[in-house]
């Protein structure tokens, strides 16, 4: 299901991202939903009311005490004649005022007087957005079920960098259709919690020990677990993967700091391990980068000490294990006997089985291949080669049905 046949209340504020909600109405019109707009006095300044009239073909609403409109008390019907209000762009301003209740022109006194749920699309200064008094703001709004796409990390109009740009206007209508996806979804309302990518472990200021891992598996099953209706938190170590909207994302460099995150984000109800965790470090980190010497003949030997093992710690955790552990064995030699065994050493409730060796191109790669067992039964799920997104949704299918 889509926006095809809703009604979307489209809330413009002022800020210079305000062109892109021209974008979005397109793009919502074009996938059969309808559009009502208010803009705010602001908003004026950035895109014309009749370009906004033209693409909805409807009415632009913008002031409160339009005698026409309020003699029929236009604003709490335009607060509730509708499937969803969307804020876009939501500046920091429209937040605070949301969060205090503040209703002071016609946007802000249909927010305070609706009972439609409402979505917000951020889009400010870095600064502004990681402000304390904006954040305490956010934090108030998602109490309330407000829904946030984005903000995005990126070059803004002010000439800095960082998180504050507003989502693409197909990730906010990504984001719409997930609204009104079908309210079945197997994994509604649960916790999800996955880990994703390599990590790299330092040896001195220039130098990491890692692998080859991209984080794409991981990263789909973030996707496709959202997609199922869960609350997903992502762990992720490096990776330049795109970040899935309406995800909680949370980049850790190293395997300490991957378990310290994971045991911070507890409790979940179903945590996946698809990290690639390297299970040593270095035991003598250098603070100063390791020098080679032309007339030194010596060979600098490097002593490693085991990682935390974040796997078998969350599974045999007495309180706030989760109700469902799922962990990833990636082997290159016996796959399935190596399998069969790390899972009885982890004690985690599922594992998932691929084949890393060089000549299958998984590690890394956009396909996988996968098998299924899990810690009482031998039954054993084989997936055929696919791409990782088909794959995540498959075990995304199998751990909902798992976790009824």
Same mark, same amino acid.
């Given at each position: ?41 602001? $908003? ?9 009239? *033209? ?55 249909l927010l305070l007087a609706t009972d439609s749920r409402v979505m917000v699309a951020p889009a400010m200064n870095v600064r502004m957005w990681e402000h304390k008094a904006t954040q305490h ?36 209508? =990504? ?60 762990? =992720?170590?490096? $990776? ?20 310290? *995150? ?56 007495? $309180? ?85």
């Open positions: 299901m889509s926006v095809q046949g809703k009604n979307i209340l489209l809330v413009i504020t002022g800020g210079i991202a305000a062109y892109k909600s021209l974008e979005l109405i397109r793009l919502i019109r074009k996938s059969g939903g309808h559009v009502t707009a208010v803009m705010t006095k602001a $908003s004026k300044q950035f895109v014309t009311p009749l370009s906004v009239a *033209a693409l909805t073909e409807n009415k632009i609403y913008d002031d409160l005490f339009n005698l026409t409109d309020e003699a029929e008390m236009g604003h709490i019907s335009l607060s509730r004649e509708n499937d969803l209000i969307l804020v876009m762009p939501a500046t920091a301003n429209i937040l605070a005022k949301m969060a205090h209740g503040i209703a002071d022109d016609l946007a802000t006194t703001n956010v934090d108030i709004l998602k109490q309330r079920k407000v829904i946030f796409v984005g903000p995005e990390e990126g070059d803004m109009a002010c000439g800095e960098y960082g998180y504050g740009r507003l989502a693409e206007p197909m990730d906010i209508l =990504t984001a719409l259709n997930q609204f009104f996806a079908p309210q079945d979804q197997i994994l509604r309302g649960k916790h999800v919690l996955i880990t994703a990518g390599p990590t790299h472990e330092p040896i001195d200021p220039v130098r990491f020990l890692g692998n080859i891992s991209s984080g794409k598996q991981g990263y789909a099953l973030a996707t496709a677990a959202r997609d199922a209706g869960a609350n997903v938190t992502l762990i =992720t170590g490096p $990776s330049t993967e795109p970040v899935p909207q309406n995800v909680k994302l949370l980049k850790v460099q190293t395997a300490e700091q991957m378990l310290s *995150a994971v045991l911070n984000n507890l409790p979940a109800d179903i945590a996946i391990f698809a990290a690639a965790v390297a299970d040593w470090k270095v035991a003598d980190y250098s603070e100063q980068k390791i020098k080679k010497h032309a007339d030194d003949d010596d060979i600098k030997t490097i002593q490693f000490v085991e990682n935390p093992d974040i796997l078998k710690t969350i599974s045999k955790l007495v $309180s706030n294990r989760p109700q469902l552990v799922v962990g990833f064995a990636a082997e290159t030699t016996d796959v399935l006997k190596n399998a069969q065994a790390k899972i009885k050493r982890k004690e985690c409730d599922i594992m998932v089985v691929n084949d890393v060796s060089p000549k299958t191109g998984i590690m890394g790669g956009d396909h996988n291949s996968v098998r299924i067992i899990n810690l009482n039964s031998e039954e054993i799920i084989d997936y055929k080669t696919a791409s990782k997104d088909k794959i995540a949704q498959q075990l995304i299918a199998y751990i909902g049905g798992f976790n009824k």
